[in-house]
């Protein structure tokens, strides 16, 4: 069972990570009606500008939880089925045979064998986990480009299909946005913003129309394991390459306040809760094995309560985002640099401070 709430031990936890490396970080934890916040280091290192508590910033994958809520929403109005090919509503989005092998469910829970559409949206920039011959040149190519949906959907649909077990691929969620779009007669962007967003009172959280963070916000820094050097500042930049599976902004608190309200039971019924937390293992994108359900995966330690969220990152920008089983227990915490370990001579990502430091401070958040 997790102890209560130690404001001394969260603030030196949170310093750490600074002091190990980390330019700026904040992060909220939530314990019954004990609430404590907290920020380290800065939000513009020429500047010296500090981070606060409060900053809106890019969460990444987390908006992968908002997008499967949505979807789950519509399975409750009875307009989709979980277990239903996607040929069904989206014909001709897949080619061939698949679209009658993959289902609603094997989209969100990433068991569709899809692949990755980002490698070839941005052909300059190799994929996970080839890390050893990439490059940040794309980074800077794309910083406003506009892309659209059905081609990164093209994209990836027509790549060589990834084998089992599930493979975690953004193609997934931008093919559930198209069936969002198809039922609801809306963009998925509208649909996931007034049935999802405001619907759980978010003030502080919205889907980005453009390339820009609006409202107090900390620049983002992008040291691409080591080959930006010092890390470059990526806090504009267009998301449509990611779109309703990695583009959301969003606070610590509203993040809290989202997953305790799902968790309730009130963004989707508890049945469809049930569903969201039934897992199957998935490879990340880092090619580590995680149990992953519909949009959510658990994380807990050794005789510990389990947790529940999504963890998310965009270039610069990092968020982890975990709230106990009962709802009770909650920690949202934001980063303001993305891929600091440098690379081995495989192209494997080497151990840093900032790893360690992050996961004593996601130990005392949980767990105290």
Not at 135 to 157: N, Y
Not at 166 to 184: D, F, I, K, P, W
Not at 238 to 249: K, R, V
Request: aromatic share 8%; proline share 7%; net charge negative.
């Amino acid at each position: 069972m997790s102890k209560p709430l130690e404001p001394a031990e969260l603030n030196a936890a949170i310093e750490d990570v600074h002091r190990a490396g980390m330019p700026g970080l904040f992060a909220e934890v939530r314990d019954g009606d004990q609430v404590w916040r907290g920020a380290a280091g800065v939000a513009d290192v020429a500047t010296s500008r500090p981070v606060t508590a409060d900053m809106r910033h890019r969460v990444g994958s987390i908006n992968k939880t908002f997008t499967a809520a949505a979807v789950l929403q519509q399975v409750e109005s009875g307009r989709i089925d979980l277990d239903a090919p996607i040929g069904r509503y989206l014909p001709g989005a897949v080619p061939g045979e698949r679209a009658d092998a993959i289902t609603v469910r094997m989209l969100i829970n990433h068991t569709s064998g899809l692949a990755e559409y980002l490698p070839y949206a941005y052909p300059s920039l190799k994929a996970f986990p080839d890390l050893a011959n990439t490059g940040p040149q794309s980074l800077d190519d794309h910083r406003f480009t506009r892309f659209h949906r059905a081609e990164l959907i093209e994209m990836g649909v027509t790549a060589p299909a990834v084998g089992t077990p599930g493979v975690y691929s953004n193609t997934n969620y931008l093919l559930l946005a198209q069936l969002l779009e198809q039922v609801t007669a809306t963009t998925a962007e509208r649909y996931i913003t007034r049935n999802v967003i405001e619907h759980a009172g978010l003030r502080d959280t919205e889907l980005p129309t453009g390339p820009y963070v609006d409202g107090s916000h900390s620049q983002i820094y992008e040291a691409w394991f080591g080959m930006i050097d010092p890390p470059r500042d990526y806090s504009v930049f267009d998301m449509s390459y990611a779109g309703p599976s990695a583009s959301l902004i969003s606070t610590v608190a509203d993040l809290n306040r989202f997953y305790g309200m799902l968790l309730a039971g009130e963004i989707v019924s508890p049945s469809s809760l049930k569903q969201m937390q039934r897992t199957v293992p998935v490879i990340s994108q880092e090619g580590k094995t995680i149990d992953y359900g519909l949009g959510l995966h658990p994380m807990d330690a050794p005789g510990q309560d389990t947790f529940w969220g999504h963890g998310g990152t965009v270039w610069g920008a990092g968020a982890l985002a975990m709230t106990r089983a009962d709802g009770k227990r909650q920690m949202s915490v934001a980063v303001n640099m993305q891929r600091w370990n440098r690379l081995d001579s495989t192209g494997k990502p080497q151990p840093h401070p900032i790893d360690d430091a992050l996961d004593a401070l996601y130990r005392v958040a949980m767990y105290g």
